[in-house]
């Protein structure tokens, strides 16, 4: 079992920055690849990024790359996921969640544990 809580979510303009942080407890942290997915109201949750147990390989959506970064520090059992450049439509519900897989994983499905969820607001 693993317990995920997020922090770091809030209202952001346009163009600005905000960094997640996902706190994990509970079973051997770094024996999970973790991922980033988000949820805005009346769409279904889709995969942000995702990062391996190691934190060698990173995974990232379209429509997020070159935006935002995915990090681990297995010795904190933290994952982070810094957004840049921030846009209207990155607003949504941020979960953070793992996975046991040796694979790194696009979908949401096939994450074992996921977080509470924090709140991304970015206006125009």
């Known amino acids: 079992q693993v317990q995920l809580a997020e922090s770091g979510g809030g209202l952001v303009q346009a163009g600005g920055s905000l960094r997640l942080s996902c706190t994990g407890s509970?079973?051997?942290?770094?024996?999970?690849?973790m991922g980033w997915f988000r949820q805005a109201p009346g769409k279904e949750r889709e995969f942000v990024c995702a990062i391996s147990r190691g934190g060698a390989s990173t995974y990232y959506a379209d429509a997020v790359k070159g935006r935002f970064t995915i990090s681990r520090d297995n010795a904190k059992n933290m994952v982070y996921l810094q957004m840049n450049s921030l846009k209207p439509e990155d607003t949504a519900v941020y979960y953070c969640?793992?996975?046991?897989?040796?694979?790194?994983?696009?979908?949401?499905?096939?994450?074992?544990?996921w977080g509470q969820g924090t709140q991304v607001t970015v206006s125009s």
């Open positions: 509970g079973r051997t942290f770094s024996d999970y690849a």
């Open positions: 969640s793992a996975d046991r897989s040796a694979v790194v994983n696009r979908n949401a499905f096939l994450y074992d544990y």
